[in-house]
């Protein structure tokens, strides 16, 4: 299918932010993944990307999900919980972005970086790297939202 447009369109991409809530520590893990390219090069991220022109939403985050991470979800599992697009969010385009999120038990789900992810790793909610764009802003909103739900 091709198109033609007289004006720019915005990028949609998927994230998704992945929680464990299963540590008997009681603090809330986050799955974050160190980016291998510009933009953010070298910086946390949550993993995700942009949407191909055959997928749905939730294929896209889930698709990402375990190229990055490692980490193999049902896509139907994942919740949409928010959409962002602040203007210049990212330096390359118009990037709107469909947020999901999960919860799973981090010792059923070996995690291994790869594709555009340098490194992956789990960290505290209250130890937090500095994150990428508006990240931090996601994560902290979706968690709310997790134990509100969770409530």
């Not at 697009?85 to 999960?102: E, F, L």
């Not at 555009?116 to 990428?132: R, Y």
């Amino acid at each position: 299918m091709s198109h033609v447009y007289d004006y720019p369109r915005p990028c949609v991409t998927c994230d998704t932010v992945v929680f464990d809530l299963y540590d008997d520590d009681g603090i809330p893990k986050v799955l974050l993944v160190l980016r291998k390219n510009a933009p953010f090069k070298d910086m946390w991220a949550l993993p995700g990307g942009f949407l191909e022109q055959d997928e749905e939403l939730e294929e896209c985050a889930a698709r990402e999900l375990v190229e990055e991470t490692g980490v193999d979800v049902d896509p139907n599992d994942l919740r949409q919980a928010m959409t962002v697009g602040k203007k210049n969010r990212d330096p390359r385009a118009r990037v709107i972005t469909v947020v999901y999120t999960i919860v799973v038990d981090k010792y059923e789900h070996p995690i291994c970086a790869d594709d555009d992810a340098e490194e992956v790793a789990w960290f505290p909610m209250d130890n937090l790297p500095s994150l990428a764009a508006d990240h931090l802003e996601i994560v902290r909103k979706t968690l709310g939202e997790v134990y509100h739900d969770r409530g």
